[in-house]
């Protein structure tokens, strides 16, 4: 379940839209929130916060991990940073 959610996170910010005035980081966002809803439903995650909530805290901070590493770009370390983070929000999360 781990690398599914690693991979579907990753991906969705390789999202591109079809419409000219999107804002792509609006589908990254909209990737998570759907994406909290359905662990949500499955009881993987907590239910006392609006899945739109736990998305919101984990799309800011991914962007802190991305941030950080941009200030000492190092191989492997982005994904490490993002690996680091996604673990720490989902032990917070578990239902």
């Known amino acids: 379940m781990k690398k599914i959610a690693e991979a579907l996170i990753f991906a969705s910010f390789k999202t591109t839209c079809e419409e000219a005035y999107a804002e792509p980081h609006r589908y990254t966002r909209t990737f998570l929130f759907e994406l909290m809803k359905l662990a949500q439903q499955q009881r993987a995650l907590r239910n006392d916060l609006p899945a739109a909530e736990l998305a919101k805290v984990l ?19 982005l ?17």
């Open 59 to 77: 799309g800011g901070s991914l962007v802190a991990s991305v941030l950080g590493w941009c200030k000492n770009p190092q191989p492997g370390a």
């Open 79 to 95: 994904v490490e940073s993002m690996q680091y983070t996604l673990k720490i929000f989902l032990e917070g999360a578990k239902s």
